[in-house]
């Protein structure tokens, strides 16, 4: 549902002709807002992303292929200075638009870690990010494999309330051998095999 969302707002911002670093650094904030309003907090976002944009052009020109010719560690510590972009952001941004080395770290790969007992469950974003970058090949894609293998993970299967029986981690998972008799298999495992997402 979320992603469906976003799909919309991008949608919604190329019919107005505003994909491009230009035409959003020259749109109101509000008209921003309005077009991304299906997504969640819509006017807080169309903040961020303009202080993001604001950023490009003050330091940058616009010029995105200028901004990722710094050192990345650099870009790195000025991304965190910009309003709303936290470590996870300035991460995805370095990997995913910058093709940087950096493991992006959410809540899905703190869950299923910590489940499995290699990272206590209050870990910080930088030993988790520590842990993977020293395991690890400093590949990017190697790393957004990783990272959507994760996520397909805690989003279908180690959620909340987990889906243990269903996992194929399970054998390696301490929680998921302590708590194996507590939580029911699924309707979908009930009815066939199970999707396995590693």
Same mark, same amino acid.
Not at 163 to 179: A, F, I, R, S
């Given at each position: 549902? #979320?992603?469906?969302?976003?799909? +919309? #707002?991008? #949608?919604?911002?190329?019919e107005a002709g505003l994909l491009t670093p230009e035409a959003?650094y020259r749109c109101p904030t509000e008209e921003l807002g309005? +077009? ?9 976002? *169309?903040? +961020?992303? !303009?202080?993001?944009? #604001? ?12 901004m990722f010719r710094l050192p990345p560690d650099r870009l790195?510590? &000025? ?12 991460? %995805? ?13 959410? =809540?899905?790969?703190? $869950?299923?870690? %910590? ?6 469950? !209050?870990? =910080?974003?930088?030993?988790?990010? &520590?842990?993977?970058? *020293?395991?690890?090949? !400093?590949?990017? +894609? ?16 180690? $959620?909340? $309330? ?23 298999? %699924? ?8 999707? $396995?997402?590693?």
């Amino acid at each position: 549902m #979320a992603w469906r969302n976003v799909e +919309k #707002a991008i #949608a919604a911002l190329e019919e107005a002709g505003l994909l491009t670093p230009e035409a959003l650094y020259r749109c109101p904030t509000e008209e921003l807002g309005e +077009k991304i309003r299906t997504t969640l907090y819509y006017r807080q976002k *169309a903040k +961020k992303i !303009k202080a993001f944009l #604001a950023y490009l052009f003050q330091n940058h020109g616009g010029d995105l292929d200028r901004m990722f010719r710094l050192p990345p560690d650099r870009l790195r510590r &000025e991304l965190l200075e910009i309003y709303g972009i936290g470590e996870e952001t300035a991460d %995805s941004i370095l990997l995913y638009a910058g093709g940087y080395p950096f493991f992006v770290v959410d =809540s899905y790969t703190k $869950r299923i870690f %910590s489940r499995l007992g290699l990272l206590p469950e !209050k870990a =910080s974003y930088r030993l988790v990010q &520590e842990y993977f970058q *020293a395991r690890l090949p !400093k590949d990017p +894609k190697l790393y957004n494999e990783y990272h959507a293998q994760l996520d397909a993970l805690g989003h279908h299967i180690c $959620r909340t $309330r987990p889906l243990c029986p269903e996992c194929p981690l399970l054998d390696l998972c301490v929680y998921g051998q302590e708590n194996r008799e507590l939580i029911p298999i %699924s309707r979908h495992r009930a009815g066939g095999s199970p999707q $396995r997402p590693l």
